[in-house]
């Protein structure tokens, strides 16, 4: 018996093929972040549905897992110190695959400090923000009559927006090179359009930060993570 097949997540989600990183995710902005990182590292992996309703992250199957009851988490069943790795929060999960295969982390110890500071910004700041901009905006807050919890997400969406558009004038790509940290900011980027609020927050108004996103979109690692794992399961 594999750690993974005595793992109690494995009850619930059994994995076909334990030699490989266990993904368990839902398409969601932060979900696709460690899809997108798996697909550019081309790192073996299995990756497992888990909606998002109580019946499943709050499963106790899941818990076991993730206390936080949150997608995603993963299983390495080939650790750093040679065990099987249980890691959930995607910033963490982004920054354990940048070190295990060496990519995707910058060239030289200044870089990857700015990948992981702006990892944070997206993790503490873009994340956050933009999920509760959604919730008031076209979710169950929109009918929520005080329009000031609104106006606080929108008006924090914008100065953030500001922020990425001040950083990409010189630069193709958040950090530097291409990094972990284009990963976990560009799909919470392209949420806005999902959340219909593309026109609320100006969005045309951030021109570098537009073609930043369609940029991300059109590499193919980054379409095939997009949709995984597949919403049909």
Known sequence: MTAIADHPISKRWPAQHPERIQLYSFPTPNGVKVAIALEEMGLPYEAHLVALGDEDVKSPEFTALNPNGKIPAIIDPDGPDGE????FESGAILIHLGDKT?????RSATERAHVIQ???FQMGGV???FGQLGFFWKFAGKDIKDPRPR?????EARRLL????AQLETRDWIAGPYSVADMALAPWLNALEFYEAKEAVGWDDFPRTKAYVARFMARPAVQTGMNMPPREG
Not at 84 to 87: K, N, V
Not at 102 to 106: K, N
Not at 151 to 155: H, K, Q, V
């Open 162 to 165: 500001s922020v990425i558009e």
């Open 84 to 87: 099987p790795l249980e890691l």
């Open 127 to 129: 994340g956050p923000m």
């Open 102 to 106: 060496g990519q995707f982390m910058g």
């Open 118 to 120: 702006w990892l944070m």
């Open 151 to 155: 106006e606080r997400y929108l008006g």
